[in-house]
C-alpha cells in the first residue's frame, strides 16, 4: 500500500500544468471536452465556458500535448490557432455550435467578453435549432441537424424533407413507389446529391437513391442551392444536398429504431459505435424494411399503391487519427433492395405475363470508400486529403411485359490541398479529380454501353478582408472522353453591412450527362414509345450533355421577436439552360427524348420567416413562387407536374420531455401533359387541382444517460388522394396504361407509431 501510495505521489510531481483556450458554448461541451481528454497520464481536466479555458495536469512522458489537442478537435471544439473539422463540427448538437452563435471566425481573444455575454444570453432565452443557415458561410448553406429529422418517422432520406419547406418531396409514379425531390423548381436529376461529399446515388441509383439511405443513420444534411463549389465537382445545376451520416467516433454507442405503419410496413434500425483505443474507432449501421401487404389498394383501382418486398442495407466504416494531423476513415457498404407492384393480383410467378400487370425491381449495389487526410502540425491551415470511392449498381427490372436491366460501374477520386497566401485573409483550395463510369442498359431489345471517363483540376480562392466580406471565385478545368474539354466557372459572395444581416450573391455553370431511362423510370410504367431524337451518336444516347447557368440573390435577417431570436429570408434563383435533354410527354402515346431547341429556364423565388411566440413554440412559415418553362417541339410551356406556387407552415412545441410537430404544406395546381390523343374516357384536365397536406407527430423522451423515445404520428391527415392516378388502370396492356402522370398523394391517410432508444 505504502508502495502504491508512493508510486502515485512521484506520479503526480511529474505532471505538467497547462491551460488552453478552447471554444465551447454550455454544459454539454463542458462534459464533452474533459470527457475528450480522459487518457492515460492525463490526471485533472477542468474548463469553464466563461473563460473557455481548460486547465490540464498530465504527465508528458505518458501523453503529449499533441494528443491532447487531436482528441480535443476530433470532439468538435476549437483550439486558438487551430479549427476542428466541418465534420466534427457539425456533427455537435445544435446549441454546442459556438461558430454560428458568436459570429467569429478565427475566434479573436479580445472578444471574448462579447462572446461570454452571448453564451448568457443563450443559455437562458434560446432553444437549440434543428436547423439553420450557417452565418459564416459565403456558399448560403441551410443546415438540417438530427433534431428536425426527428419531426417525422424519416423512415429514409426522401421522407427527411417533408418539414422543408425549400425542398418537395413527391413520388414519380403511381406504381414503384420512388420518390423525387424537387429544388428550385427542377427535378432531383439537376441537385447533385453527396454523402460526406462523396458521390451519393446518381446515375442508375436516381430514381430509388433518395430511398437506399435510412433516416436514423442520417446526423446532418447541409442544403445548397446554385452551383455552390469547384471542389465538388462540375454536376451541380440546381444545388447541392449533402448527408452526414453518425461517426463512430462522435456516435452514440446504440442507436435503435423501430416503426411500423397502418400500411403494415416495417422499419428496423441499429446504430453501433465503438472506441477501439485513442487512436482507432468503429461503427457499424443496420437497416431493414419490408412491407407485405399485397392488397393495399385505397384508390380502389385495382393496383398496389406501394410495392411489396425488403429492402436490407448496412456500413461498416473505420476511423484512425495519430492524434499529430493524420487521419483515415474507410468502410464498405451493401444494399440489397426487391419489391413487386402492379395490379393486387400479380405474384412473382407472373412475370411478364399478359393478362396480369405486374412490376419487380431488384437492386444490389456494393461501395468501397476511403479518406485520407493530413493536417500539418506547425501549420493548421495547411491541409492535404484524398477521397476516394468505388461503386458497382446491378439493377434488373420489369415493368408489365417490358425489360430493364442496368448496371453501373463507377469510380471516383479527389485530392484536395488548402493553404494560405500570405495570411488568411486570401486562402485558397486546388486539386484534381478522376471520374469514371461504366454503363450497360438493356431496354427492351435495344442495348446501351459507354464508358465516360473525366479527369479534372481545380482552383478556389477566397478572399476574406474582413469578417463582413467573403469572396470566394473557383475554376476547374475538364475533359470527358465523349465531351471534350470544357471550364466550370462559379462565383460566390457573402457581405454582412450590419450584424444580423446577410447578403449573398452566386453565379455558376454546371453540367452533367442525362440517364433517360434511369432518370425518367416512370415514364417506362406505361405503354408510351420512347422515341429518342439524338444527334451526334458519339454522345450519351446521341445526346449531348446537359448545360446551364445558375444565378442566385439571398438575404438573411436575424432580429429579436416576442423575447425571442427570429430570423426571416428572401432568396431567388434563376437556371437558364444553354443545353437540355427535353423530356417531352406532350404526345400521351409517345415520351420523346431530344436537345433543346429553343429556351428552358426557371425562376425560383423564396420568402421565408422563422419565430418562437413563446419560449416552447418554433414556428416557421414559407412561400415559394416558381416559373419554370421549356421549349417542348417549338412551343414554349410550362414544365409539367410542378406547381407555382407552394406555401408552407410547421409549428414546433416542446415541454418536459414531450414534443410536437405540426406540418401544413399547401401545393398550387399543376399542368398536365396533354391526354388529346386519347378516347375520352382516358383523357385528363389541363390542369390538376391544388391541395394542402398535413402531417403531425407526437413523441416522448424517457431517460438521460439512455434515452428512450416514443412517438405516433399520422400523415396526410385529411386523406387527400388524386383520383385516377393510373389512366386506363382497368387495361393495363392498351396503349392508353399510363401510370406517370402523378400529381399528388397516390395513397391516403396513414398513421405510425415508433421506438428510439439510445446508449451514450
Known amino acids: 500500500m505504502f508502495l502504491l501510495t508512493s508510486v502515485h505521489t512521484y506520479a503526480q510531481q511529474q505532471d505538467s500544468v497547462r491551460t488552453l483556450k478552447v471554444f465551447g458554448e454550455c454544459g454539454q461541451c463542458k462534459r464533452r471536452i474533459e470527457t475528450a481528454v480522459k487518457m492515460k497520464g492525463v490526471s485533472s481536466a477542468q474548463w469553464s465556458p466563461d473563460t473557455q479555458q481548460l486547465v490540464l495536469a498530465y504527465n508528458a512522458t505518458l501523453v503529449s500535448l499533441s494528443d491532447i489537442e487531436a482528441k480535443i478537435l476530433a470532439a468538435g471544439h476549437d483550439l486558438e490557432g487551430r479549427k476542428a473539422t466541418d465534420e466534427a463540427y457539425n456533427a455537435l ?14 475566434h479573436h481573444a479580445d472578444t471574448a467578453a462579447i462572446k461570454t455575454a452571448q453564451l448568457k444570453e443563450v443559455t437562458v432565452g434560446a432553444r437549440a435549432r434543428s436547423s439553420y443557415i450557417s452565418g459564416l458561410n459565403p456558399i448560403r448553406t441551410e443546415v438540417m441537424t438530427d433534431k428536425e429529422l426527428l419531426k417525422a418517422a424519416c423512415c429514409n432520406l426522401s421522407e427527411s424533407f417533408e418539414t422543408n419547406p425549400s425542398v418537395d418531396v413527391s413520388y414519380n409514379d403511381a406504381v414503384t413507389g420512388s420518390k423525387q425531390i424537387q429544388l428550385l423548381g427542377l427535378s432531383g436529376n439537376y441537385t447533385q446529391l453527396t454523402v460526406e461529399n462523396l458521390p451519393g446515388p446518381r446515375g442508375l441509383a436516381t ?11 442520417v446526423q446532418s444534411i447541409q442544403l445548397i442551392k446554385g452551383t455552390g463549389s469547384v471542389v465538388n465537382g462540375y454536376e451541380s445545376i440546381a444545388g447541392q444536398i449533402n448527408v452526414e451520416l453518425r461517426k463512430p467516433q ?64 448496412a456500413i461498416n466504416r473505420w476511423d484512425y487519427t495519430d492524434g499529430k494531423g493524420f487521419e483515415t476513415q474507410f468502410g464498405v ?17 407472373d412475370k411478364l405475363s399478359a393478362s396480369v400487370y405486374g412490376l419487380g425491381i431488384n437492386t444490389q449495389r456494393y461501395e468501397l470508400f476511403g479518406k485520407i487526410g493530413y493536417v500539418f502540425p506547425q501549420q493548421t491551415y495547411k491541409s492535404i486529403g484524398l477521397q476516394l470511392s468505388a461503386i458497382d449498381h446491378q439493377q434488373d427490372a420489369y415493368f408489365g411485359q417490358t425489360i430493364y436491366n442496368a448496371q453501373q460501374q463507377n469510380f471516383y477520386s479527389n485530392l484536395v490541398y488548402q493553404s494560405i497566401i500570405n495570411n488568411t485573409k486570401h486562402k485558397f483550395k486546388t486539386g484534381a479529380s478522376f471520374l469514371y463510369d461504366k454503363y450497360d442498359e438493356t431496354y427492351k431489345a435495344d442495348n446501351y454501353k459507354r464508358n465516360e471517363i473525366v479527369a479534372g483540376a481545380f482552383f478556389e480562392y477566397t478572399y476574406t478582408p474582413s469578417e463582413k466580406v467573403t469572396v470566394v471565385a473557383g475554376l476547374r478545368g475538364d475533359h470527358h472522353n465523349e465531351f471534350g474539354n470544357f471550364l466550370t466557372p462559379r462565383l460566390n459572395v457573402r457581405y454582412e453591412p450590419i450584424e444580423g444581416t446577410t447578403l449573398r450573391l452566386s453565379a455558376g455553370r454546371g453540367q452533367r450527362t442525362a440517364n433517360i431511362f434511369a432518370e425518367n423510370m416512370s415514364a417506362l410504367v406505361s405503354n408510351r414509345d420512347v422515341v429518342i431524337q439524338g444527334g451526334a451518336t458519339t454522345y450519351a444516347y446521341g445526346l449531348k450533355p446537359e448545360v446551364a447557368w445558375n444565378k442566385g440573390i439571398s438575404v438573411d435577417q436575424k432580429f429579436h421577436l416576442f423575447n ?147 412517438y405516433v404520428g399520422i400523415e396526410n391527415i385529411g386523406g387527400y388522394m388524386q383520383q385516377g392516378a393510373i389512366l386506363a388502370a382497368d387495361q393495363p396492356f392498351s396503349p392508353y396504361f399510363d401510370a406517370s402522370l402523378v400529381w399528388g398523394p397516390v395513397s391516403g391517410r396513414m398513421a405510425y407509431a415508433g421506438w428510439r432508444y439510445k446508449i451514450k
Request: aromatic share 12%; charged share 25%; proline share 4%.
Open 207 to 217: 430514381p430509388l437513391g433518395l430511398n437506399s439511405i435510412a433516416g436514423p443513420w
Open 93 to 106: 448538437p445544435p446549441c454546442c455550435h459556438y461558430r454560428e452563435n458568436t459570429g467569429e471566425a478565427d
Open 564 to 710: 425571442n431570436d427570429a430570423s426571416a429570408s428572401v432568396d431567388f434563383f434563376r437556371n437558364d439552360f444553354t443545353n437540355q435533354v427535353v423530356v417531352d410527354l406532350e404526345n400521351a402515346r409517345q415520351v420523346k427524348f431530344y436537345n433543346l431547341e429553343g429556351k428552358s429556364y426557371s425562376n425560383s423565388l423564396q420568402l421565408g420567416l422563422n419565430l418562437a411566440p413563446v419560449k416552447e413554440l418554433e414556428v416557421h412559415l414559407a412561400y415559394r413562387y416558381f416559373d419554370v418553362k421549356t421549349d417542348y417541339s417549338g412551343e414554349l410551356l410550362e414544365r409539367p407536374l410542378i406547381s407555382k406556387d407552394r406555401a408552407f407552415l410547421s409549428l414546433d412545441y416542446s415541454i418536459a420531455g414531450w414534443k410536437i410537430d405540426y406540418t401544413i404544406n399547401y401545393n398550387g395546381r399543376k399542368r398536365i401533359p396533354s391526354t388529346a390523343e386519347n378516347p375520352a374516357v382516358y383523357q385528363l384536365p389541363a390542369y390538376s387541382n391544388d391541395f394542402v397536406l398535413m402531417n403531425a407527430q407526437v413523441s416522448k423522451t424517457v431517460g438521460k444517460q439512455r434515452a428512450m423515445d416514443f
Open 250 to 313: 462522435t456516435a452514440d454507442q446504440l442507436y435503435a429504431n423501430a416503426y411500423v405503419n397502418s400500411n403494415g410496413k416495417t422499419d428496423l434500425n441499429l446504430d453501433l459505435a465503438h472506441k477501439l483505443n485513442n487512436r482507432w474507432s468503429t461503427g457499424l449501421l443496420l437497416h431493414d424494411d419490408f412491407l407485405e401487404n399485397k392488397n393495399l389498394d385505397m384508390n380502389k383501382d385495382g393496383f398496389r399503391d406501394l410495392p411489396t418486398g425488403n429492402q436490407f442495407s
Open 333 to 349: 457498404k451493401a444494399l440489397y433492395d426487391n419489391r413487386t407492384g402492379g395490379q393486387t393480383g400479380f405474384r412473382s410467378a
